[in-house]
């Protein structure tokens, strides 16, 4: 490649893969990397945090001196070069920054096509390591004080609160996964939650979850002017039927109006519309389905369900019932590394576990998943380990098993994805070697 | 269990439909509860006849949007 190469002391005396090393000519130096003693597989999330390196064209001294300390510490410090920029100003702050720089530095065997590189620098500049076998690993910077380095920043926003330009692509990618899991998955549904803001005359309705939204006007008999507004579901409502959720039914309205307390009409109106979002009934057109509070007992007669009366965690609001099915969800993130949630699907239908897989398969959450396990198993009277006589009674007598006990309890555990689609959003978290 | 009033168990058996023999699902507010159930169950006579106790899962019962939220990070931002 051509171009001022960057360098420093770093002269490897092996190569990489069996391969030898050439020099690699030319290239800017953008993102500071170093070559660790032990080789490190760089890692999506690396160039997820290298994004956000862009920024550090313009890093103030703070992180110049911490660059300097690491660089004086670690031998085998390489700058990698960021092929394919032949700009003038570039090269200017190439050389500027390459000042404190002595060495040479080795060629690539995988030479980077001009144009993938030119496409690479702009779109994905941190795959340019890639093409130079003599980069082992990013070492990434990280700092206490991070207001002090304006553009370096993890997650959505920079520190000074300005939003990324990634934000749209994040929002959009969260909204398609809670949207279409509030779609199928039936038990496991996102209700919408909707506040209703007003400003004047102007009603505003906005949902958490993409929808569509209905609002309605109407006049009760001797009472205020009344708004009625839901949210459903996008795809519901671009059925041809859709039909009014059972549950809007069940706010009577005198409730809702009594819960005004107004005399102001357009007050009024927007209090009950306020009273009425914040009722239970405000739902997602999917949560039609019938449900139950009460869980079918299984073999064990004394042990309640999870969920049921007798657990200790039961929380109507956590645990999504329907007659013959739970699921709940648990979070491990922060607990397990390889894992990030899983849930616990109670059920007297076999079927209904492969409509929670293919549920989810069916979310756009699907394909940043990865290496779904499932743990099956079902309740029995009692334990064929117990010594008790009902343990005893109950060990195989030759019928099948099937026909002795019914389908209980399956387990699914989710496990969050390395791997699927490429980060959108360059966000650190986002570790898919 | 009678020792432990705090933790409620789940225990599943898998035999012919999953890789493992059984499973124990617990369910408490504390998990030191549960620590202290687990170092009395190592002297049980069962447990001698365990080959393999994991993976173990300890998860948060959370509703579904939490997860979610936890799990696309919009939960949080990250402080450097």
Redesign the interface.
């Known amino acids: 490649m051509e171009g001022e190469a960057v360098h420093d002391r770093h002269r490897p005396s092996s190569s990489r893969h069996g391969q030898p090393v050439r020099r690699h000519a030319g290239g800017r130096c953008r993102s500071w990397t170093a070559s660790p003693s032990t080789p490190t597989r760089t890692t999506r999330a690396s160039r997820g945090q290298w994004d956000a390196s862009e920024h550090l064209d313009d890093r103030p001294r703070g992180l110049t001196r911490s660059s300097s300390r690491l660089s004086a510490g670690i031998p085998g410090r390489l700058l990698c070069s960021r092929s394919g920029t032949t700009n003038s100003a570039s090269s200017r702050r190439s050389r500027r920054r390459s000042s404190p720089l002595r060495g040479t530095e080795p060629a690539t065997t995988k030479t980077c096509p001009r144009g993938d590189a030119g496409r690479a620098t702009t779109g994905r500049p941190c795959s340019s390591p890639f093409c130079q076998p003599n980069v082992d690993g990013l070492f990434l910077f ?3 004080r ?1 207001d002090r380095v304006r553009g ?1 920043a ?4 920079y520190p000074d609160g300005a939003p990324k330009s990634s934000i749209a692509a ?1 929002k959009l ?2 909204d398609e ?2 949207r279409a ?1 509030s779609l199928i998955a039936d038990d ?1 549904e ?1 209700s919408v939650q909707a506040e209703v803001a007003q400003r004047g005359p102007m009603l505003t309705l906005t949902c958490d979850i993409d929808c569509s939204y209905v609002a309605e006007l109407y006049r009760l008999p001797g009472r205020a002017p009344r708004h009625e507004a839901w949210a459903r579901d996008r795809r519901q409502a671009d059925g041809t039927a859709v039909a009014r959720p059972e549950t809007e039914r069940e706010v009577q309205a005198p409730t809702v109006c009594s819960r005004t307390g107004e005399s102001g009409a357009a007050h009024a109106a927007a209090r009950a519309a306020a009273a009425r979002v914040a009722s239970r009934s405000w739902r997602a057109s999917t949560s039609r389905t019938p449900s139950s509070a009460s869980i079918r007992r299984g073999g064990g007669a004394d ?4 969920g049921s009366q ?4 039961q ?1 109507s ?2 645990t ?1 019932q329907t007659a013959s099915t739970t699921s ?6 922060g ?2 590394p390889d ?4 849930l ?1 699907k109670i059920t007297d239908r076999y079927e209904a576990l492969g409509e929670l897989g293919a549920a989810l398969n069916a979310t756009p ?1 699907a394909g940043w998943l990865r290496d779904a396990r ?7 009277m009692a ?3 117990t010594n008790g006589a009902a343990g005893a009674a109950n060990r195989a007598t030759g019928l099948p ?1 099937s026909r002795r006990v019914p389908l ?2 399956a ?1 699914t ?1 989710v496990r ?1 994805a390395r791997g699927g689609p490429p980060p959108r959003d360059g ?3 986002h570790d898919r070697a | 269990m009678k020792k432990f009033p705090g933790i409620k168990n789940h225990t599943t058996y898998s035999f012919g439909i999953d890789d493992q023999e059984f499973m124990t699902a617990f369910e408490c507010a504390e998990p030191a509860d549960f620590m202290h159930l687990m170092l009395r169950l190592r002297d049980s006579e069962a447990s001698a006849y365990t080959e393999r106790d994991t993976p173990i899962f300890v998860g948060q019962h959370v509703t579904i949007r939490e997860a979610l939220a936890a799990l696309d990070g919009a939960s949080a931002r990250v402080e450097l």
């Open positions: 990280p700092l206490r991070r370096l993890v997650g959505l926003y994040v990618a969260l996964s809670r899991w496991l996102l042990r309640g369900a999870p007798g657990c200790l965690c929380k609001s956590r999504s709940r969800a648990y979070m491990t993130t607990v397990r894992t990030d949630f899983f616990w959450l499932t743990r099956t198993s079902r309740r029995r334990s064929q380990y098993l209980r309890e387990t555990v969050a966000r650190a978290h």
